[in-house]
């Protein structure tokens, strides 16, 4: 069966620090990759999605990058983290010739930045 | 563009009731998937249950069942026999057919009361 992690499950940064956040997909090939932020109380926002390896699609223009070095693992990145960048992150994937396409979602990190 | 809306931002049952969160969603495509997660308080998402427009028949999943009237594009979600461990934020989707990109609404806090 396929499973997803992300870790780390809590993160706490100073402003101005970098980020790196990791997320592995087991069970599955070629999977379509997806990175979101929650803010508390509020839907999800897409911020990257990936069709494969070293292929980023990104939504929302601003300080995170996203990278996909191996099939089955999505990074999402920051090089100087700003205040608003605190959010829940959840990364999810589908199958990228699924039967029904739904997606699959991460136990998420929660991003503190002080 | 696509949107999807939840306008209930919280209803309540009680415990072994039903409930019916509703959601309404806009396209001009005619074959797509729709789909509701639930995301209880560890903010995993959890697939609950998902819905082909092109089908006619209601998707079920044990206690979960959905009204889906593609002519009205309304989507809704009936909780039968209501549990304790129903208590979450529940989300609706819809996937867009030529990105693969799921759009959700701003969700529907569901408590549930003994």
């Known amino acids: 069966s396929q499973t997803i992690h992300q870790w780390p499950a809590t993160l706490v940064q100073p402003v101005g620090s970098p980020l790196s956040l990791e997320c592995t997909v087991e069970?599955?090939?070629?999977?379509?990759l997806y990175w979101y932020r929650q803010a508390a109380g509020r839907g999800l926002q897409l911020l990257f999605y990936?069709?494969?390896?070293?292929?980023i699609s990104s939504e929302v223009p601003q300080n995170l990058s996203a990278s996909r070095p191996q099939d089955r693992q999505f990074i999402l990145s920051s090089k100087k983290l700003l205040l608003s960048d605190s959010s829940f992150y959840l990364c999810a994937w589908s199958a990228g010739q699924g039967a029904s396409y739904e997606q699959y979602f991460g136990p998420g990190t929660r991003l503190t930045v002080t | 563009a696509q949107t999807v809306t939840q306008s209930q931002p919280e209803m309540s049952v009680q415990e072994a009731e039903t409930v019916t969160l509703s959601c309404t969603y806009d396209t001009s495509e005619s074959d797509y998937y729709l789909f509701w997660y639930k995301q209880p308080p560890s903010r995993q998402m959890i697939l609950v249950i998902r819905q082909e427009a092109y089908k006619q028949q209601n998707a079920t999943e044990n206690r979960f069942s959905v009204n889906f009237q593609k002519a009205a594009k309304s989507f809704s979600l009936k909780i039968s026999d209501s549990q304790l461990g129903d208590a979450a934020m529940y989300f609706c989707a819809y996937r867009d057919p030529n990105t693969d990109k799921l759009i959700f609404g701003t969700g529907t806090r569901l408590q549930v009361f003994p």
């Open positions: 990936s069709v494969g390896i070293g292929q």
């Open positions: 069970g599955t090939s070629n999977p379509n």
